[in-house]
């Protein structure tokens, strides 16, 4: 039996619910097994980050070099990334690797904390957005990469979305989980330019830790899985629905 394989390069979360640990059971639960690049060390609870440390880039790079030598990696997640020399080991390693990347910009904890130094925004937007299978900002995070103090409203997610998408060159997944309201909606701009909205009513529950996490690393699965982008945000958005449903 052959079981496709996902890779996550990302943070380690001691509280399990966000970062490489989130990924990891999100890829189980969609069926891949997945590879796993550690890029900072995180002393985290929901809510609360009290400590980074990050690894060492070199070691980060190896860690992605290795996995890459060693399994027939489908499909690729970033996460929590945090300074430049970080992002520079990242690529250097992707760079020319016929692999799909889904980006995940953690820059921002729900807590407020920075997850990504402000140095490494310029190195991150030059480096890796551009050409991305998928960029799944939320609204804080389209805020910083757009330049803008304030996060684009409902009415503005088209905007916001197309002016990432052409800056980077990549499909865009705009997350509107932080607007007010009891439907979520997200908004999918494919590569040929469709706009996909996304819609559903929204579950009432603290248990928020990690969703973005898991929607990405959901979504870099199921394209492992070889599906359609499409195919893949729709099932992921679904796991983390029901995720959210079911869980304590």
């Known amino acids: 039996m052959s079981i496709p394989v996902m890779m996550t390069i990302a943070g380690s979360d001691c509280s399990a619910g966000a970062g490489l640990q989130a990924d990891l059971k999100a890829a189980h ?3 891949a097994f997945a590879l796993t690049a550690v890029t ?44 430049p020399a970080i992002v520079r080991a990242v690529h ?3 760079d020319g690797a016929d692999i799909p990347v889904v980006v ?11 997850l990504m130094r402000e140095e490494a925004v310029a190195v991150y937007e030059e480096l890796l957005l551009p050409g991305a299978a998928l960029l799944t900002p939320n609204l804080d995070e389209a805020a910083v990469l757009l330049r803008s103090s304030v996060n684009p409203g409902r009415d503005e997610l088209p905007e916001a979305a197309a002016r990432l998408a052409v800056r980077y060159g990549c ?6 989980g932080h607007l007010p309201g009891e439907t979520v909606i997200d908004l999918l701009l494919t590569e040929s330019g469709e706009k996909i909205w996304m819609k559903a009513p929204r579950i009432q529950s603290p248990n928020t830790h990690g969703t973005g996490c898991t929607l990405s ?29 079911s869980g304590a």
Request: with cysteine; charged share 20%.
């Open 40 to 83: 900072c060390v995180v002393s985290e609870a929901p809510g609360t980050v009290r400590g980074i440390q990050e690894v060492d880039p070199e070691l980060v790079a190896d860690q992605v070099r290795i996995n890459l030598e060693h399994f027939p990696v489908r499909a690729v997640k970033t996460g929590m990334l945090y300074s």
């Open 92 to 94: 250097g390693v992707l």
């Open 29 to 31: 639960a969609m069926g």
């Open 171 to 176: 499909p865009v997944l705009l997350k509107g």
């Open 217 to 245: 690393s959901a979504i870099a699965s199921h394209l492992a899985l070889g599906e359609s982008l499409v195919e893949a945000v729709r099932a992921a958005r679904l796991y983390v629905r029901e995720a959210l449903q």
């Open 104 to 114: 995940d910009p953690v820059m921002i904890a729900t807590a407020g904390d920075r």
